[in-house]
């Protein structure tokens, strides 16, 4: 997420009221969670595990629990809640603004764009030219749309990210301040929940068709002309080659990379990343023909059993 406009690390410092490593006049430009940082963002980080991994970060400032050595060129932000701090930064630069209208007039919608009953366009909304929007579609703030777009009713696209830490007294989620990105030519199937990225985008390529009932976490990338069939559930921050194929209620992990023309066979579950060009199977998924041997074989104990016990009499 980039700011209205470039900030001093000093502006940055003494909003959120901590100290500061590095000039005063040091840029700021944005923000951004680690997998997606460009010079110039703050990222944040709150655990000694992970402290180099966001040192070492395209981010040149970063937001951080201890006093540590500061690369070269780079500008740190001593808090004592780093978490908390980043999401005082979202409030303020992409800040919660209430509707008062089904469809917000500062939303742009493209020419032959149909848009059925009871939808709601949210603030900021981009819709391209000669899409459907079928009744009941819920599109928040800030979401992209592009041409020849299809979404059927019921859907929601941009709801917030499902990420909290945990505190004891609860759970603290981590404010939302990305979006939802829809390229051209894509079809959304009906109650599909597509959840906008923390401050960048989810982002769904050009001519995929995702079925009914899919779910789509937070910061994932879809590639090209993928097919995703229906209850499947896709977690956060996965990143989807072009034409995919995931068929129903396939499950995925978060922070994986799923490879160009992989095939996911249906009620599979992906807890690693998959390279591309191959056909998977089974929990956790592997190389279908490989799953389907190991279950032949698996079949084969109990005969397997009989026989050592009979050699045993």
Request: glycine residues 10%.
């Amino acid at each position: 997420m980039k700011f209205d406009r470039i900030y001093s690390l000093q502006e940055i410092a003494q909003f959120i009221q901590c100290t500061f490593v590095g000039a005063p006049d040091f840029p700021v430009h944005g923000m951004n969670e680690i997998h997606v940082v460009t010079p110039g963002d703050i990222v944040f980080v709150d655990h000694p595990k992970y402290y180099d991994k966001a040192l070492q970060s395209a981010a040149t400032i970063v937001l951080i629990n201890k006093e540590v050595a500061c690369p070269e060129g780079k500008a740190l932000l001593i808090s004592d809640d780093p978490f908390r701090d980043f999401n005082r930064l979202t409030n303020k630069f992409r800040p919660f603004q209430a509707a008062n209208a089904a469809i917000a007039p500062t939303a742009q919608i493209g020419e032959g764009t149909i848009i059925q009953p009871n939808v709601f366009i949210g603030n900021y909304v981009k819709i391209g030219k000669n899409c459907i929007i079928h009744p009941n579609v819920t599109i928040y703030d800030y979401t992209e749309i592009g041409d020849e777009v299809i979404i059927h009713a019921g859907t929601v696209l941009g709801a917030d990210a499902f990420y909290f830490k945990k505190r004891p007294e609860g759970f603290d989620p981590l404010i939302s301040g990305g979006n939802v990105v829809i390229e051209d030519m894509v079809t959304l199937g009906a109650a599909c929940t597509i959840d906008r990225g923390v401050t960048g985008s989810t982002t769904i390529g050009w001519g995929s068709k995702i079925d009914n009932q899919v779910h789509v976490g937070h910061d994932t990338v879809i590639g090209k002309k993928c097919l995703i069939a229906a209850q499947t559930g896709i977690a956060g921050c996965v990143v989807i080659g072009d034409e995919v194929t995931l068929w129903g209620q396939v499950g995925s992990t978060s922070g994986i990379h799923i490879g160009d023309k992989a095939v996911v066979l249906a009620q599979s579950g992906i807890s690693k990343s998959l390279e591309g060009g191959k056909v998977y199977f089974g929990y956790p998924a592997e190389e279908s023909r490989d799953k389907l041997k190991q279950m032949a074989w698996i079949k084969q104990i109990p005969d397997l059993v009989q026989r050592i016990q009979a050699l045993e009499k």
